[in-house]
């Protein structure tokens, strides 16, 4: 049964396959109909697939999940790397998630591209996608996880590139893949170190072998936080979070399904992987929660000063996935596995939402200009709502459950008032003000300049999932995943009720400051404040990593396009050449000058010989 | 068998020797190819002369023999620099060395 | 006596190519590729072997043929072949048609006598991958050169004699090294043993004075690394490519390159052991700037070719550091990332090749936007310049990351350093797609394209980089055959270092301070956290 899982990634990988090779046989483009059955429907039958095997594990004792040994990928002296899948109760989560909200996004990208000349193209990369983000997460060693991180990564960049016409979007696109190459690399180099010491790179054998033995704390540390900077850069975390924002640049199916539900939380699945690895190290494990304490409230505030809708989602992402790593910094593991499923299901929906309003608008984004539209589409408006109180973590809603999770591990991890719970809770007053700006400032208030010449862009294909999301993003929290065959099972503190009311409250406030500011705001986006300018750029993230790294490098680069070295072989051919000038100039073609030369060569010769 | 320096012989090397000099910067100074071709001739038979100078010294034929030769050679040295010459005016209508540099560096 | 004849082969195939010119125009190529064919048909005799020897086997090579040539001075005319040559024929025999596929149209002038030289660079390359006599090896060696110096002066661009004459130069100087150091070595061993040969074999076990030893390995290196190329000796790589026609690119950065790490794997390891434990610190540290230097560079470039000549030059840093980690995985890589990039080099040459062909120029400011009207080439083009980049799944990053994992036992830092080239092949892998292909359509090319009827890949060209592409991701997938076809070649190279090192071992003082593996200092390892 187990074994029918190996074709979960494979199905996308020939709908990929079909796609691309398309053009080799048949000259002109296929026909929508035909793609979009290819490109959704390997997708769906992956999803299917992962459903009904995780039925029937569901039933079954956890020790029966398996590995499944594809072939030897690479067998050097004792470098040992198998493509090889290994399943447990925190890949089947991963897998439902991926394939199931990658089915409803892509099934909502038929109708989102349907005027889009590349149509194919659009869907052979979303299906590359999906393979590689399935690899990332059925990787039973730490190379063959790098394969779908690596594979993910391209695949963000074509699509945030892929209305290539725009050269902005290129820049967009290469900024997302080089920025997180550079945690890639980090983490490329954690392998090597856990490569050295462990000689293995099998995530099961090095979890064995550290419970085993003796194990040297710094190494552990630097290994840690050297992975940390791979899911650092994928996960957009401080500090390598300026890409993600831009990443916007990509259709707005791409940004749901890549950006926010799967790819970018590819981090805080391998942080949650590697936990037995973090547990060891108190550094490390510090390290990750203040990353992700630290990343959300910067990004919270700066969602609070995009004009662009996108743009706020976007913050709103890196700022959720700072929430997921505060739950895996305290040590909260199925905490941060659980937001990320009820994220990936909410976020889905208000990017799709937000797909359907732009589209509706004729591709307008700025939210100053929209306002009222809450007539003109209604069920899109609906669903934003639902998003909205969900990103919120308004009660009953699945975010409430996963986020409320959150709070509390960070509250019990220090045993009471601490800076880390702390950082939550002005999160979440943070996160209530600025998703509910959005909504208000989109679907309720005046009629803005785009408004007016709405049309309801919704298809039924785009309907469907929307609402399908709709319900998962308000019921998901009845849904916490069966981790504790991974994780282990902690155990359950009783929590004073106050904690639990600030935790309820703080978006009550956050939506009560928003209906204060923002409901009735004037079109005033262009005019901010310095401080909400200062928001607005992301915290001038970009403006010091340009001045302190692209421009030095671009500087150094181009005075030195030359190849100074060059000129060293430049210099020699130089002076010989000159040399070359010098005796070449003796030879005059002058008989007698030659001759003469000869004879007062003869006599000085001749001189020295009788002189010696 | 040590041989006694008989004053034929220095005056016979001062004569060769200046005659030699005297050809030499003959050759160097004048610019007409014809007169540096008399030079030459004036120079190989120094050379000669030196030969015969030394072959009656030493009692020895080879100084002779090589006479003939030196001489042998200028003529057949001669012939040929002569007709360069004649090609060298057909050419450039000139007999100045000096014109003939198409050679240099 | 295959061997002999896939020499031979190529040797006559060239002068037929050559004389048929004045029969009908279009000869050579048709027998160029028949020839190349034919050896390549030559070559799967020994398809038998890659299974049946293995490690541990007492005769080293698979086949080998022995004449005498010049007794009097011990020179043979001596031939063999192993897993590491195999290979590397099985590389040189399949670039060389896939550039003859690639350029069937290229060539305008003097057809028969380009193809001539190109049969013969090739029978020069097979010659220096299969020869086990030291002169033997070196005459090879200066024969690859010369015909290849033709291609490059008489069928290159706009500034090709100074390109011809600056490869001439580099490579000639340093052969004249390597000769050196070749009788040197002979002399030696006469010296020692009173047998004068030059058979590497016998070679291989010469007993060197230490001093002598590094001299000599030196000599060998500095001509090695020349064709690798390495830093500081690379400057001519980027003005023999860009000169070089599309076929001359192909076969110098697939194949000629090759030679100088497959002489520093056959030849300087082996030979020199002592020695090259002692310089490898300095010839990681050459490698991991190279790695760095070639991409910053590749990334300031506005010539297209230039571009992915120094591209090459960061990639071949990575085959250096591997061999000289001399750690089994290490040089297992180096030998993979040989192949690799002689694939994914060659593609990417023959790619820019494709594209001045139809657009007459390799300037980036005057190209862009070129996917909307050339999707096939863009497509073909991504996946090179992914490859390129070292995506995992592909050859490219099999040989990277068993070259970091390898070279990391040996030197943490030299390691960590090259990794950061990883971004910088990013760096450049995408500027190139950005500048080229996506973007706007260039107003300067919507002319030419009109009036030139830029077409897309046909199907022939669209069949060979395909073809290569397919085998690139295949050595991504499924890189273990390779493994143990060169399995047999490193192991003798890694013994006879770990033999040494662990005489070394037993005798401390002999220990210099940098040649042994260090283990971390745990003090000090805060500072790699990037």
Known sequence: MQGLLAWVPLLPLIGFLILVAIPLFHRSEPPQKFVACIGVGSVGLAALLTMIVAFTLFWKTPSELVNISLWQWMLVDNLQVGFNFHIDWLTIVMLLIITGVGFLIHLYSVGYMRDDMDFRRYFAYLNLFVCAMLILVLADNLVLLYLGWEGVGLCSYLLIGFWYKEPANGTAAQKAFIVTRIGDTAMAIGLFLLFYEFSTLNIQQLISVIDGQEVNTEIITLACLLLLGGAVGKSAQLPLQTWLPDAMAGPTPVSALIHAATMVTAGVYLIARMHPLYMLSEVAMNAVAFVGATTLLISGFSAIAQSDIKRVLAYSTISQIGYMFLALGVGAWSGAIFHLMTHAFFKALLFLSAGSVILSLHHEQNIFSMGGLYRKIPLTFICFTIGCACLAALPFTSGFYSKDHILLSAWEYHQGVNILWLAGILGALVTGVYSFRLLFLVFLGKEGTASTHCKDANTPVMSIPLCILAALALFGGLLAPPLQAVFGVRPDEDHSAWIEGVAIAMPLIGLAIAWRLFLHEQKSGEQRSPLMQFWFSGWGFDWLYGHLLVRPFKYLSQINHNDIIDSLYKGTAAVSRQMNALLSASQNGQVRWYLTSFAVGSILFLALLVAL | MPIETAPGLEAGIMLSSILFCLGLAGLMMRRNVIFMLMCVEICTNAAALMFVVAGAHWGNVDGQVMFVFVVTLAAAEVAIALALVLQFYHRKHTVDIDQLNELRG | ?530
């Open chain 3, 1 to 530: 006596m295959t061997l002999l004849a896939i020499i031979i082969i190529l040797f006559t195939g060239g002068i037929i190519a050559w004389l048929s010119e004045r029969y009908f125009k279009a000869g050579g190529r048709w027998i160029s590729l028949i020839t190349l064919l034919l050896t390549a048909m030559l070559l799967t005799n020994y398809f038998t072997f890659i299974h049946s020897t293995g490690v541990g086997t007492a005769e080293p090579w698979w086949d080998s043929l022995q004449i005498s040539w010049i007794p009097r001075f011990g020179i043979d005319f001596h031939l063999a072949i192993d897993g590491l040559s195999f290979l590397m024929l099985a590389l040189t025999l399949a670039m060389g048609i896939f550039g003859v596929l690639m350029t069937w149209n290229d060539i305008s002038f003097r057809r028969g006598f380009f193809y001539f030289n190109y049969l013969w660079t090739l029978a020069g390359v097979v010659g220096v991958f299969t020869a086990i006599d030291l002169f033997l090896f070196f005459f090879f060696w200066e024969v690859m050169l010369i015909p290849m110096l033709f291609l490059i002066a008489v069928w290159g661009y706009e500034q090709r004699i100074y390109a011809a004459i600056k490869f001439f130069i580099f490579t000639q100087a340093s052969s004249l090294l390597m000769l050196i150091a070749i009788v040197g070595l002979v002399y030696i061993h006469y010296t020692n043993t009173g047998q004068l040969t030059f058979n590497y074999n016998a070679l291989l076990n010469a007993r060197l004075p230490p001093g002598i030893a590094y001299w000599l390995m030196l000599g060998f290196f500095v001509a090695f690394i020349v064709k690798l190329p390495a830093l500081p000796f690379h400057t001519w790589l980027p003005d023999a490519h860009t000169q070089a026609p599309t076929a001359g690119s192909i076969l110098l950065a697939a194949i000629l390159l090759k030679t100088g790490a497959y002489g520093l794997l056959r030849f300087n390891l082996p030979l020199f052991p002592e020695s090259s434990i002692e310089f490898a610190p300095v010839a990681m540290t050459i490698g991991a700037i190279s790695i760095i230097y070639g991409a910053m560079l590749a990334f300031a470039q506005r010539d297209m070719k230039r571009l992915v000549a120094y591209s090459s030059v960061s990639h071949m840093g990575f085959v250096l550091l591997g061999l000289y980690a001399l750690d089994t995985i290490a040089i297992q890589g180096a030998v993979m990332q040989m192949i690799a990039h002689g694939l994914s080099t060659a593609a990417l040459f023959a790619l820019v090749g494709a594209l001045q062909h139809r657009l007459h120029t390799r300037d980036m400011q005057q190209l862009g936007g070129l996917w909307g009207r050339l999707p096939k080439l863009s497509a073909i083009a991504l996946f090179f310049a992914v490859a390129s980049l070292g995506l995992p799944g592909l050859g490219n990053f099999v040989a990277e990351f068993t070259v970091l994992v390898g070279s990391f036992r040996t030197n943490h830092w030299m390691t960590a350093l090259a990794a950061i080239g990883l971004i910088g092949a990013a760096l450049y892998a995408l500027l190139m797609m950005q500048k080229v292909f996506f973007g706007k359509l260039n107003k300067r090319l919507e002319k030419p394209i009109r009036e030139h009827e830029a077409t897309d890949l046909n199907i022939r060209e669209s069949c060979a980089l395909l073809t290569l592409a397919a085998l690139l991701v295949f050595i991504g997938l499924h890189p273990q055959p390779i493994f143990n076809i060169a399995e047999q070649t490193v192991q003798r190279s890694t013994t006879k270092i770990e033999a040494v090192l662990n005489i070394q071992k037993f005798s401390p003082e002999k220990i210099s301070s940098q040649t042994h593996p260090t283990r971390l200092e745990h003090t000090s390892i805060e500072d790699t956290t990037p």
